[in-house]
């Protein structure tokens, strides 16, 4: 079965810059209203200004005022699985639930699934800080 947001990631693989890497990565974030926006990987020479496709896709969104998300797709040119790094967990942790499920493509078809929660667990939020002003760390 053709996984419609899967697919919406795979089509973003084609507009990545990744002169650098040659690693291609595309991100589909599904709001709740069911609008997508997709991204990709955009590289920089000096390698740690890189976007990654899942932040791209996050601020295209956010920027067009949708704050609530209910499925990520993740592909890659390599078809390998690949999963959000983790700092792009924690950015998805600012906006998405524990319970947001994150597919990954696996290429022929075949798509492993998590949740955000199990990529990570105990991510930092505004929780964290106000705990952290109590207790005057
Ligand atoms: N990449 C992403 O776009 N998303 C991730 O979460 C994993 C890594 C990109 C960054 C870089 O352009 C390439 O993949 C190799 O790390
Ligand atoms: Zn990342």
């Not at 969104?61 to 790094?85: E, N």
């Not at 929660?117 to 002003?133: K, N, Q, R, S, V």
Request: aromatic share 6%; hydrophobic share 35%.
């Amino acid at each position: 079965m053709t996984d419609e947001l899967v697919e919406r990631a795979r089509a973003a693989l084609d507009a990545a810059y990744v002169p650098y890497s040659d690693y291609r990565v595309g991100a589909a974030l599904r709001t709740a209203d069911g609008t997508v926006f997709t991204g990709c990987n955009v590289e920089n020479a000096n390698y740690s200004n890189s976007l990654h496709a899942e932040e791209v896709a996050l601020a295209e969104a956010v920027k067009r005022g949708h704050r609530s998300f209910d499925a990520l797709a993740v592909a890659s040119g390599a078809r390998d699985g690949v999963t959000p790094c983790g700092m792009c967990r924690q950015t998805l942790a600012e906006f998405c639930d524990d319970d947001l499920p994150i597919r990954c493509d696996e290429g022929d078809g075949r798509v492993s699934e998590y949740t955000l929660g199990e990529l990570l667990p105990a991510a930092i939020d505004t929780g964290t800080l106000e705990a952290a002003e109590r207790g005057g760390k």
